[in-house]
């Protein structure tokens, strides 16, 4: 805080005492500070006098005179511009024109040539600088109300079934692990069921690990195998079938192991021997 | 004019303020206009999901069924039901500590709605493969993972995957009969992979067969490994449903 900021203690003062803040009045009396220094410098403060700023474009008017476009625009008159020596938009392009050390025709981008056009280009964005948005315009909706209500109806629907389902049925609890003990009925968790059941009929590395392994691998492939490029079903029958085909097939398998299948892993009618599932 | 005083309270003050974000409807009140409307999907925590709006053919329940939500939702619930679970299980087996099973009997006998949670985590992770498996057949019928979706799909898969590893890792938990032989059927398979099948089962039982080792580390696999990736993916594929530009179709 040397001199070089130098507050007017008497303008500082009275600000305060108006109740102003004291940012606001430290604000003004510094500039009033600085006010004064130019003052005591000699030098003139805020816009030229008039008639100063009158001369000056007298000046340019007269010495841009020669040019095409400043004679268009001669008369500041008739388009009742100029007051208190501005210059017109006409006379501003010429004299960027003059420069700019180009005397021609052609205006300078982003100037406003003629007091027609009252906005300015800032900037031009080459094509490939502009994202290229391809979306269509779409029907669509407020997510809220009406998705969300969708949604939190559903999340109660699945809520209220799964509480009622807890109340009235009871998970099942076996008896104590034993290792010893292989118990009569023994079977993966249902989801498993299709593996156990191909288990039934092919090579354990076979039925666990390459078919389940190739099963996984083409149902992530399959939007790279899928090409056609519709949506719609009745142009994806192939797709479709052997969908619903390999899903069917493996609802079949889970079905018959978990419940065609009895003591020993053999073949059973759950109403004759009773049914061998556990959830 | 209580009531208003009451409200501006608790409304005006730097707290309020501070939690909810400016538009949010719990700063100034809910008016159904179209602004307040986006404000409401905009300036929550919800925002992540959705975007203020949705394609209207999307809205019919018959188009999803509101599967793929629904499997999150049961995801939530096991989460919190899980660890209602955790405080009363102890991965403790083998002779002369079968703490495990233990656990499972006190919980259905003393633990206050210990049957109840057991009950809903049991039965929600059922319902959880099967949501997971249909919302999967809804988006094949829909032709939902052509492009730009191919990846969506392929984490969906994995996502598919990680949902029956939990809850197949979660079957041996309670340390009973069917626990223990179901879970052998399933690893005995696993011993099968090519070249290094004795290792790979090793490392899931840690042991030769299933012991309580198995117990302590399909445990710590059930309640924090695979949820920790489920999470991660479910982000991935949350985040890539916006990115492609919302749910698929019209058909």
Redesign the interface.
């Known amino acids: 805080m040397s001199d070089e900021v130098q507050l007017d203690q008497e303008v500082y003062d009275r600000l305060i005492s108006e109740g102003k803040s004291e940012r606001i009045a430290r604000a003004k009396a510094k500039a009033a500070a600085v006010r004064q220094a130019k003052i005591a410098e000699g030098q003139s403060l805020g816009p030229k006098p008039p008639e100063q700023a009158e001369k000056a474009l007298e000046e340019f008017r007269s010495s841009a005179g020669g040019g095409g476009v400043a004679t268009k625009a001669a008369a500041p008159a008739e388009s009742g511009a100029a007051p208190g020596g501005r210059l017109t938009p006409e006379e501003r392009a010429a004299r960027v024109q003059a420069s700019l050390g180009n005397g021609g025709e052609a205006p300078s981008r982003g100037v406003p040539t003629s007091s027609e056009h009252t906005h300015r280009l800032l900037a031009l964005v080459p094509p490939a600088g502009i994202q290229q948005v391809q979306?269509k315009q779409?029907?669509?909706?407020?997510?809220?109300?009406?998705?969300?209500l969708?949604?939190f109806v559903?999340?109660l629907a699945?809520?209220a079934l799964?509480?009622i389902?807890?109340?009235f049925?009871?998970?099942?609890?076996?008896?104590?692990?034993?290792?010893n003990?292989?118990?009569a009925i023994?079977?993966?968790?249902?989801?498993?069921m299709g593996?156990?059941e191909l288990?039934r009929y092919f090579?354990?590395?076979v039925?666990?690990?390459t078919l389940p392994g190739v099963f996984?691998v083409m149902?992530?492939a399959?939007?790279?195998i899928?090409k056609?490029?519709?949506?719609?079903?009745e142009n994806?029958k192939v797709?479709?079938l052997a969908?619903t085909f390999f899903?069917s097939f493996w609802g079949l398998l889970v079905l018959i192991g978990s419940f065609l299948r009895g003591p020993g892993y053999e073949w059973v009618w759950p109403w004759v021997e009773g049914l061998g599932f556990?959830? | 004019m209580a009531k208003n005083d009451l409200k501006s309270r608790v409304q005006d003050n730097v707290i309020w303020k501070s939690i909810f974000r400016p538009g949010s409807i719990y700063r100034k009140g809910y008016r159904d206009t179209?602004r307040d409307?986006?404000l409401?999907?905009m300036n929550n925590v919800?925002y992540h999901l959705?975007?203020?709006?949705?394609?209207?053919?999307?809205?019919k329940?018959t188009y999803t069924y509101?599967l793929g939500?629904?499997s999150f939702?049961?995801f939530v619930?096991l989460t919190v039901t899980g660890i209602f679970l955790m405080f009363f299980y102890t991965p403790a087996?083998g002779a002369g500590t079968?703490v495990a099973?233990l656990n499972?009997?006190e919980l259905?006998a003393s633990v206050t709605f210990g049957?109840?949670v057991?009950?809903?985590?049991?039965?929600?992770a059922?319902?959880m493969?099967f949501t997971v498996?249909l919302h999967m057949?809804r988006v094949?019928?829909?032709?939902?993972?052509?492009?730009p979706?191919?990846f969506n799909?392929?984490v969906g898969?994995?996502l598919l995957?990680l949902t029956?590893l939990l809850?197949?890792t979660g079957?041996l938990l309670?340390?009973?009969?069917?626990?223990?032989?179901?879970v052998?059927?399933?690893t005995?398979?696993?011993?099968?992979?090519?070249v290094f099948?004795e290792q790979v089962q090793f490392v899931l039982l840690g042991g030769v067969?299933?012991?309580p080792n198995t117990l302590l580390r399909w445990y710590v696999l059930h309640v924090l490994f695979i949820p920790f990736i489920t999470v991660v993916f479910l982000a991935v594929h949350f985040w890539r449903i916006r990115k492609d530009?919302g749910i698929?179709?019209p058909?």
């Open positions: 979306s779409m029907d669509k909706v407020y997510t809220w109300p009406h998705l969300l969708v949604e559903s999340l699945m809520g799964l509480l389902a807890s109340f049925l009871d998970a099942p609890l076996g008896s104590l692990a034993n290792p003990e292989v118990p023994n079977k993966a968790p249902w989801y498993f593996l156990q288990l090579h354990p590395m039925a666990g690990v996984l149902l992530m399959a939007p790279f899928d056609n490029p519709s949506a719609k079903p994806r797709a479709n969908f899903a556990t959830l | 179209s409307r986006a409401a999907a919800l959705h975007p203020v709006k949705v394609k209207r053919h999307g809205l329940l509101c939500g629904l939702f049961l619930l087996a079968e099973y499972m009997r259905s049957q109840l057991r009950n809903l985590h049991r039965w929600g059922h319902a493969v498996f057949a094949f019928y829909h032709g939902a993972y052509k492009p979706r191919e799909w392929v898969v994995i995957t029956l809850s197949f079957y309670p340390w009973d009969q069917l626990a223990l032989w179901a052998t059927v399933g005995n398979m696993m011993g099968f992979t090519p099948g067969e299933i012991g530009g698929s179709g058909l």
